[in-house]
Each structure stands twice: as structure tokens, then as C-alpha cells.
């Protein structure tokens, strides 16, 4: 989606590599956050390494001239993978310490959610394209350039990727089965489901208010409990608690897009929880899902589900100050100078959150793990 400076610079200041603290909405920015929000630099590199912040090709380079990596990382959306990469970390860290933890098969399952997660991106995309809700003036094609819409790829390409994922996610599972038994099955297929159901008719669940319901199964419980279970073969009742706090978070994520998608997605008869409730009350869900991510994890804590060294995660509160902050008031009319991922707002501010978020939370576990705190789950 956006660097993790961005929060700063959605209430501080546009990006410029020559500016000396600049401002927006009267606050100043810091060189560190500019330098971090700076265009991209030369080169394949600099291309690649913008893609990766934003989702987005260099403004000033023109499609055609991408190369073939970047172009995939644009395509795949692959900006937004460290959601899931964090999801499969979270659950490595509770099984490293536990009795069967065998470290391929932890690394196979958090590749297959990876390929899961990229495969998702591709699939919303075609199906999107496919019932008329992506167009030219929808968020999709605005925020980044749309695979199909843009010409970055070929429906044909855009085909042969899905198949190609799904076949090697088709693979892994059929490893890790041959390994762990039938709920590895059980786990893929559920999210494959949810995947394909998220958008694709009939079921379309997005269009319903089951969107955010089902990023929350899908990236807190079936893709922690999931790696859990890969990795070590067996699944004790602290994991589905301590994937709770996480599958919150990433919900908040897709709340955020939701409501700034309000504009778009209510012509439509797209009937998101945003769409639903209003921007105003959506606002404040959020606000209360953000809270709740917090004290859900230090519930778990209290109930044994997560080492207490997770509670590191609440360095992340002056952030989480600053996002309630921009909840409280609707989205600017125009974005800052330079912001890469107009019409979205309130989605780039969630994922500054869920990326210092995850990042506390994966080091607490990290130093749980090397300094036996609190783990094996259970002990």
C-alpha cells in the first residue's frame, strides 16, 4: 500500500526530497518521513523499491516501460503482502517452541498463504472486471493501475498467473497433507472459499456486508491457525484466541477502504458494512475495532494465549493517537502533494497501523521464542 511513514505524512506533510519540513494541515514532517515519501529513484531499482511502497508504478515512467518485476509487483498488488507474511510469522513464532515444529513445513505453509494472499489479489481483480463493478473511474483503477484495465497484462496473462498460484498452492497442501493429516485440507479449502466468495457470484459477499467478516476469519483464525497446525501438527485452543488480535487488525484495514469506497460502491448496490452504516458511524466502528485490537491482545496475554513480551505491541499506541485522530474527521477533498494512492485515505492511514502493529507484535514474539518466555502455548 503506502511506507510506513505515510500516517505522518497523510497529517503532516507532502513528500519532497528538497523540502526542509514541510507542512500540511499546519503540522510539520520530519526529513526521515520525507526522504521515506520521496519520488522514486532511478533506475529498475527505484522503480521496484516504489512499487513496493505504494502499489503504484513510478508517475513518470510509462507503463510500457516497466520491467517485467515491477510490472508483477504492480499487478500482484504485492505492496499489501506483508498483511499476510505477518499472519504467518505471528504463527511460526507460538509453534517454534512447541513439541513437532518442523521448520519446512512452516516455511511451505507461509509461502502457500503468501501465494494465497497474491492469488486473492488476481482473482478479485478478474472477477471485479468480469460483473462490471471495475471501471476506469472506480477506486481500483485509481489508487494503482488495474491489471486488465490499463493493459499491464493480458486477460490471458492474468489467467495463466491465477492457474499457475493456485497449482502451486495445490501442491504445497497436497505436501503438507501428506504430513499433517486432512485439516490441512480443511484450512486450505475454507480459504480458498472464502477467497473466491469474496467477490466472485454468486455468493459475492463483499456486495453483502460479509466482506469484512470474511477478512477477519481469513487472516486471524484460518491463516494462523492454519500455519500453527502446518508447522506443528497439532492445535491447542490458545491459537484461536491469539488470532484473534490479528484478524481484528487486518479488518481494520479493509474498513479503512471501504469507507473512503463509500462515493463508489453505494450507486452500485455494493452494501459494504461502510456502505451500510454511513461514513460517520463506519468511522468510529473502526475507531473501536483499533481499540479492541489492543485489548483483545492483552486479554490473550492474561489468558495465556500469547507470552506477555507481545505486549511490546503497545509502543504502537502514539500511532494508534494519531489514526483515531484522523477518524474523527471525513476525508479531505483533495490528498496531499504527491500522495501515491488517491481516492484511498483512510485504507493507506489503517495500514500505516497494521504495519508498526505487526511489527511490534511479531518482535515480541521473536524475543519470547529466543528468550523461553511464555511459550510452548499450554506450558
Request: net charge positive; aromatic share 8%.
Amino acid at each position: 500500500m503506502v511506507a510506513p511513514s505515510t500516517l505522518e505524512a497523510l497529517g503532516s506533510g507532502p513528500p519532497g526530497p528538497c523540502a526542509a519540513a514541510p507542512a500540511y494541515r499546519g503540522q510539520v514532517i520530519s526529513s526521515r518521513e520525507t526522504r521515506l515519501l520521496a519520488p522514486a529513484g532511478p533506475g529498475r531499482k527505484g522503480a521496484l523499491l516504489y512499487a513496493l511502497k505504494t502499489t503504484n508504478p513510478p508517475p513518470d515512467r510509462p507503463i510500457a516501460d516497466l520491467d517485467g518485476v515491477t510490472r508483477w509487483v504492480v499487478v500482484t498488488r504485492a505492496a499489501v503482502l506483508p498483511m499476510t507474511v505477518f499472519a504467518g510469522l505471528v504463527a511460526g513464532l507460538l509453534a517454534v517452541r512447541a513439541d513437532g515444529f518442523r521448520t519446512e513445513l512452516f516455511l511451505l505453509a507461509l509461502l502457500g498463504i503468501t501465494l494465497a494472499h497474491t492469488s486473492n489479489n488476481l482473482m478479485n481483480d478478474l472477477a471485479d472486471t468480469d460483473v462490471g463493478l471495475d471501471t476506469d473511474s472506480y477506486p481500483r483503477a485509481l489508487y494503482a493501475p488495474h491489471p486488465l484495465l490499463s493493459g499491464l497484462v493480458t486477460r490471458k496473462q492474468l489467467y495463466a498467473a491465477i492457474l499457475g498460484i493456485n497449482l502451486a498452492d495445490l501442491v504445497i497442501m497436497l505436501v503438507l497433507f501428506s504430513q499433517r493429516g486432512w485439516p490441512v485440507i480443511a484450512f486450505a479449502v475454507g480459504g480458498l472459499a472464502l477467497s473466491y466468495a469474496y467477490t466472485a457470484p454468486p455468493l459475492r459477499l463483499k456486495k453483502h456486508g460479509l466482506g469484512e467478516p470474511d477478512v477477519f476469519l481469513t487472516w486471524g483464525p484460518l491463516m494462523v491457525a492454519g500455519t500453527y497446525f502446518s508447522a506443528v501438527g497439532h492445535l491447542p485452543w490458545q491459537v484461536w484466541v491469539a488470532s484473534v488480535p490479528y484478524g481484528l487488525l487486518c479488518t481494520t484495514v479493509l474498513m479503512g477502504k471501504h469507507i473512503d469506497k463509500i462515493p463508489y460502491d453505494a450507486p452500485t448496490g455494493t452494501r459494504t458494512i461502510p456502505v451500510i452504516l454511513g461514513e460517520a458511524r463506519a468511522r468510529s466502528l473502526t475507531s473501536g475495532l483499533l481499540v479492541a485490537f489492543y485489548v483483545t491482545l492483552a486479554g490473550a496475554v492474561l489468558l495465556g494465549a500469547l507470552p506477555w513480551p507481545t505486549l511490546l505491541v503497545l509502543g504502537g499506541l502514539p500511532v494508534l493517537r494519531k489514526v483515531i485522530g484522523a477518524l474523527r474527521s471525513p476525508r479531505p477533498d483533495e490528498p496531499p502533494p504527491g500522495f501515491p494512492v488517491w481516492p484511498l485515505w483512510f485504507a493507506a492511514i489503517m495500514f500505516v497501523h497494521i504495519r508498526r502493529a505487526g511489527e511490534l507484535l511479531v518482535l515480541g514474539l521473536l524475543l519470547a521464542a529466543v528468550f523461553d518466555v511464555g511459550l510452548p502455548l499450554g506450558r
